[in-house]
């Protein structure tokens, strides 16, 4: 017996070992690439000048100007393009960073029983609401989803193992699964961008890469003045004057996310 | 617990054979390694001279760098590198790291085949970013 | 001790040859579904958990319910359960070896897994239930194994096995705890947003845990010359009876809860399950069957008379465990995802596939169980003759 417990001491010990030298490596590039070659000269990794920057970011979609499904198409195909976002034929492998429903499930609590003819018959958008409580980041058990100093709530795809809890704590649906490999059902893919691989979610990621560029949202850019986005923290930005000026809802602000799309209706 | 061996002989022989098996892709390899392989460079890559950092260090540890480039980018938004001549880089495997080693299967996959390591870059980042197809 | 596991009968032999097949078998499709993905399941964006995360969730049960015949022993001094807290800590443990493999399964980079403990997050509930699963699982294995090698050598355990037995219990708590707060912490679905998910899915665990341990007794005594005992089976069942009635008591207050105030969030779930939403009602007739059950089970079980009868006892319990199961391993989990956070309804049925592989799970599970046991009867017998 006691030798039988000595063993799996050891075992132990040599396992331990083994993680610890599993992460070695990447200990030892951040150290490479802070201060290896002595002077001044250190390499270092910096923001892109024309980068845009924001406190919080954040997003209001004028309905009013968008109000057919025909007006919301393009911007849509703006996203999934840019993105590599699959069109998988089978419907329980779909994926969508946005998307349009109805204001009945866009907004299942305020929903009135009598509605305006707009909001009855408009199409909305929806996709992540960047929410500035984010339950999906807390559910994520390796930080490969997580918040951006600037509200961004981003996806780290090298880290996700894809367990899924972030799509059960999503109140908004606004994520989705590679259930297979994408890109055989991606129709043009787009080179800059990565595509994903099967096992991981994705979601809306405020066009993160095209902000580091100086550029705004592919959806923004294709809306013709129809979403605004800007700092929310700025009392000067446009989607604050917006916010001012117009009467705004909110998806599900009763759950305490605070999401960072805002909807004037 | 202390106890006696039994089968003493069987065992030995037992473990013997066990070591044997277990070394035998050692021995069977010896005297007939492989020769490492030439990577090729491209015309570009030639002309450039300089990688983002020197060769030596790019050879042996491109992937600890690009570990780090891809946190960086990822995670803290910070997308650009200046390595230490003050030369700028976009850190992006695809569109920089590519875009200049764009013979792939000359440059990259002859040494990961040679080395028999198969990294999963290439499932989501597009290894042929300048063929139109 | 292990040699024990290797001296058996043909019988025994046929069992772990049946249960490896179907293990090999579910392994096969689980390649199958590391190769092509999770879409060969039936799961989607709207139902992102089914039913492996499903079976996950019941089988975290029966590993707690373990802890209804060590504490009594232990805590209670109460001296028959002696005799069988051996069963319930390798039931224990087989069931945490098909939940670890059922989360495996349910990975969509399972080779990353281990980025859970590179990058701890503790604000993450799956992060802890990781720790309170694999830490029961070792809890469980050392003690079992030391309590059973003890018993064999006509000695008395060391005085740390007990300290870790004391810490076991609390800890039999805690798995099933955490793994309701996995659910209960999220906003926005209505179904599991409630405070008493955790004390439900503890009460469910000690029917349905003890149930199968019952049914494990009364299949040793049977086929083996050792006899868990008449009046440990007896006062099992007790366990069996009271946890049965709390659990259905709680689904009771849950029922009333969303149905009185109406709340849609809280109460289109339940009508999906038991209903039907939209003309979508896979699961309606499942979740009748499991009230049938648990409400006749009840009814069979208070009668001390009925209870005595052994094999009125083994239906009863087989009543028990199919009704929480379907209640847990079918409706807990989809039904949380329908209607969806748009409410729309978009309804989840298993695969094929998906069906096989969770079958050679448990297939894995019962053969780790078989050894087990075998090796326990064996030490058992021994002491005996
Ligand atoms: S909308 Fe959903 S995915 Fe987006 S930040 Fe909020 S909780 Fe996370
Ligand atoms: S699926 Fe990926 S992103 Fe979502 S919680 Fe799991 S590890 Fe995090």
Redesign the pocket.
């Known amino acids: 017996m006691e030798s039988s417990r000595r063993e799996f001491l050891k075992v132990a010990g040599v396992s331990a070992v083994g993680m610890g030298i599993g992460t070695q490596p990447v200990l030892d590039a951040f150290a490479a690439s802070g201060g290896e070659s002595g002077e001044a000269k250190a390499p270092k990794m910096v923001r892109g000048e024309n980068a845009l920057t924001a406190v919080h970011w954040g997003m209001v979609i004028d309905t009013r100007k968008l109000e057919t499904a025909a007006d919301l198409e393009p911007l849509i195909e703006a996203c999934h393009k840019v993105h590599n976002v699959p069109h998988h034929e089978i419907k329980r492998h779909e994926i969508k960073w946005i998307w349009e429903t109805e204001y009945h499930h866009a907004f299942p609590g305020k929903s009135n029983k009598y509605l305006n003819e707009g909001a009855e018959h408009r199409p909305f958008l929806v996709l992540c609401n960047h929410c500035e409580n984010p339950p999906c980041v807390r559910?994520?058990?390796?930080k490969?989803?997580f918040q951006r100093e600037d509200g961004l709530v981003l996806?780290d795809f090298h880290r996700?193992?894809?367990?899924?809890?972030?799509?059960a704590a999503c109140p908004f649906g606004a994520r989705s699964f590679n259930f297979r490999d994408p890109r055989p059902f991606i129709p043009e893919t787009n080179k800059k961008f990565p595509t994903r691989c099967k096992g991981?979610?994705e979601k809306c990621n405020f066009c993160a890469e095209l902000l580091a560029e100086g550029k705004m949202p592919a959806c923004v850019e294709a809306s013709n003045g129809a979403i605004a986005f800007g700092d929310l923290d700025d009392p000067e930005s446009e989607v604050r004057k917006l916010l001012r000026e117009n009467y705004t809802i909110r998806r599900k602000q009763t759950l305490g996310t605070e999401p960072s799309v805002y909807y004037i209706v | 617990m202390s106890k006696k061996i039994y089968n003493k002989d069987q065992v030995i022989a037992g473990l013997v054979i066990f070591i044997a098996l277990v070394s035998f892709p050692f021995w069977y390899n010896l005297g007939k390694a492989a020769p490492a392989p030439k990577v090729e460079l491209t015309k570009q890559a030639k002309e450039a001279k300089f990688c983002v950092r020197p060769t030596e260090y790019m050879k042996a540890e491109h992937m600890q760098l690009l570990d780090v480039w891809r946190d960086t980018v990822a995670r803290e938004g910070k997308r650009i590198y200046v390595n230490e001549a003050g030369k700028r880089f976009t850190m992006s495997l695809s569109n920089t790291c590519l875009d200049c080693h764009s013979n792939k299967a000359e440059f990259c996959d002859r040494c990961h085949n040679y080395a028999s390591v198969d990294p999963y870059c290439y499932d989501c980042h597009i290894d042929n970013p300048k063929e139109k197809k | 001790m292990l040699e024990l596991a290797i001296k058996g009968s043909k019988r025994y032999y046929g069992l772990l040859a049946a249960l490896a097949g179907i293990a090999g078998l579910g392994g096969a499709f689980w390649l199958w579904q590391l190769d092509f993905g999770l879409g060969i399941t039936g799961m989607s964006r709207d139902v992102s958990w089914g039913f492996y995360i499903a079976q996950f969730t019941f089988l975290v049960g029966v590993a707690a319910g373990g802890v209804m015949v060590v504490l009594p022993y232990y805590l209670h001094d109460y001296k028959a359960f002696g005799r069988i807290t051996i069963l319930g800590e390798f039931l224990a443990i087989a069931a945490l070896v098909m939940c670890l493999l059922f989360i495996a399964v349910d990975l969509?980079q399972p080779m990353r897994m281990l980025n859970v403990i590179f990058y701890p997050t503790p604000n993450s509930i799956l992060f802890w239930d990781m720790i309170v699963l694999n830490g029961y699982l070792f809890l469980n294995a050392v003690v079992g194994w030391n309590v059973l090698e003890a018993e064999r050598n006509g000695t008395k355990y060391a005085p740390w096995v007990k300290v870790l037995v004391y810490i076991s219990i609390p800890w039999a708590i805690s798995i099933h705890t955490v793994t309701a707060y996995l659910y209960c912490g999220l906003p926005g679905r209505g179904f599991w947003l409630t405070a008493i998910l955790a004390p439900r899915f503890l009460s469910s665990a000690f029917a349905a845990g003890p149930a199968l341990l019952i049914l494990l007794c009364l299949f040793v005594r049977r086929f083996t010359n050792f006899d868990p005992g008449r009046e440990q089976i007896q006062s099992l069942a007790k366990i069996v009876t009271y946890a049965l009635i709390l659990n259905v008591f709680f689904f009771l207050c849950e029922v009333f809860v969303a149905l009185y105030s109406k709340i849609p969030e809280h109460m289109d779930h339940l009508k999906y399950l038991f209903f039907g939403l939209h003309g979508h009602g896979a699961l309606v007739p499942w979740m009748w069957t499991a009230m049938a059950l648990m409400v006749l089970a009840i009814i069979l079980l208070i009668p001390p008379k009925f209870r005595a009868n052994e094999n009125l006892l083994a239906i009863s319990c087989g009543m028990v465990f199919l009704g929480t199961w379907i209640d847990k391993g079918l409706g807990m989990i989809s039904g949380g995802f329908v209607p969806n956070p748009l409410h729309e309804v978009n309804e989840y049925i298993p695969t094929i596939p998906e069906l096989i592989i969770a079958l050679g799970v448990w297939a894995t599970g019962f053969l780790v169980l078989t050894i087990l046991y075998k090796v326990t009867v064996g030490v058992k017998e021994e002491a005996g003759a």
């Open positions: 559910a994520c058990p390796t490969a989803t996806m996700c193992i894809g367990c899924r809890f972030c799509m991981v979610v | 969509g």
